[in-house]
């Protein structure tokens, strides 16, 4: 019908990004509440969603990326201008005042991005920002992506060891399970837990929140407890909290032996907006088996391992160090298919019956994941960053 706002999907251009904002079989929900569906063509082909297949479902297809982001009204993405790297001023220059966008915006660690979309006068929702609370876990991207991360992570661990995961008895002897050690136990952690547990494997975890040791231990692995002071080591909405570098300083002496005992060490542990702590230092990496391997969560935040190198798999004192930064756009399919799912359940709060958005301040997931407004940084915590920086 006339004046319906125009939703545009749009092919991701960050090289290695293979998911896609939303699948086709999310585009009926989407008309539903009264939005046209304009798909870039070839925007979720990488991810296994053809351009028919969006077709079916009652989506146009645009001519190009440029057409599809100049006529939508409401622009869907994986990696707005903001999570876009050096692609990110390109996205954003094409996008007009008016517009809104939703998708992973990174306003934690690049407040400069949201700054220039609100000049613009552009409306950003960032994915990254839903709260942790139970009326919004249908909506966390994080959460879903997360756990991805944390089962690609023990594949890509147990590939690159040189040993098997699982104790077999075989005529030939036993071989022993290979000990797996995993630090952090969010949502990538806890799946990482259950996928190593699944191929065989004899399981440790640590985490700085005490009150994950019940979780751990459901899922068949060992509870690592350490002699350290840890109230208040959970932020609100569940993540942990950072702590002073005297505190991750003893906790790596006390962990130094654990990692040095593990064949496969998986580090989790991100704080929003920040620098990824220190968790294995070179000590402790050259104190490890050699053969052993490493894979490390946080290379996006500089990472956990002291020797990290973002995308990169280095081997030092012949252990393997792996620092990806992105796995779940290396399993495009499923991975599309649960961001889509977040990104369609937000839209469902945010746009009421008449196909236009709502800015209720007053409710919880709004007004967190909104980023910017009416030519201005709404967000508290994006102005407190962007008001640090020096002028």
Do not use: W
Request: charged share 20%; proline share 6%.
């Amino acid at each position: 019908m006339a004046g319906e706002m125009i939703a545009g999907i749009l092919k991701e251009t960050l090289p290695g990004e293979r998911r896609v904002a939303v699948v086709p079989a999310n585009v009926p929900a989407l008309k539903k509440l009264g939005l046209e569906v304009l798909v870039e063509p070839g925007a979720g082909a990488d991810a296994g969603f053809p351009d028919a297949d969006y077709v079916k479902q009652g989506a146009t297809l645009g001519t190009s990326h440029t057409d599809v982001a100049l006529k939508a009204d409401l622009l869907l993405q994986v990696r707005t201008p903001g999570a876009n790297g050096a692609h990110g001023p390109d996205d954003a220059a094409l996008m007009r005042s008016g517009q809104v966008i939703v998708g992973l915006a990174d306003p934690l660690g690049t407040p400069d991005a949201a700054a220039v979309l609100a000049d613009k006068g552009i409306t950003v929702f960032a994915l990254e920002l839903v709260p942790r609370i139970t009326r919004a876990q249908s909506m966390d991207v994080l959460s879903s992506q997360a756990t991805i991360a944390g089962y690609k992570a023990v594949l890509l661990g147990a590939n690159a060891l040189p040993r098997m995961c699982p104790m077999m008895m075989t005529a030939a002897g036993t071989l022993a399970p290979a000990k797996v050690f995993i630090m952090g136990a969010g949502v990538a952690g806890l799946q990482a837990i259950a996928s190593a547990r699944r191929l065989g494997a004899k399981v440790e975890a640590y985490d700085v929140r005490p009150a994950v040791k019940e979780q751990i231990q459901s899922l068949g692995a060992k509870f690592v407890e350490l002699p350290l002071e840890t109230t208040g080591a959970e932020a609100s909405g569940g993540y942990a909290k950072a702590q002073d570098e005297s505190f991750y300083k003893r906790q790596r002496e006390l962990l130094t032996q654990v990692v040095g005992a593990s064949d496969l060490v998986i580090t989790t542990a991100a704080v929003p907006g920040k620098r990824s702590p220190i968790l294995v230092t070179a000590e402790m990496v050259q104190a490890m088996a050699p053969g052993s391997v490493i894979v490390d969560l946080a290379a996006e935040r500089g990472g956990n391992c002291e020797l990290t190198k973002a995308d990169e798999t280095i081997v030092v004192h012949g252990v393997t160090i792996m620092g990806p930064t992105n796995l779940p756009a290396t399993v495009p399919y499923h991975a599309s298919q649960m961001f889509s799912r977040n990104v369609v359940t937000l839209l469902q709060h945010l746009i009421n019956k008449d196909g236009q958005f709502t800015f209720d301040l007053n409710d919880e997931i709004t007004r967190d994941t909104l980023v910017s407004r009416n030519g201005e940084v709404t967000n508290p915590r994006v102005k407190d960053l962007l008001a640090q920086q020096p002028a």
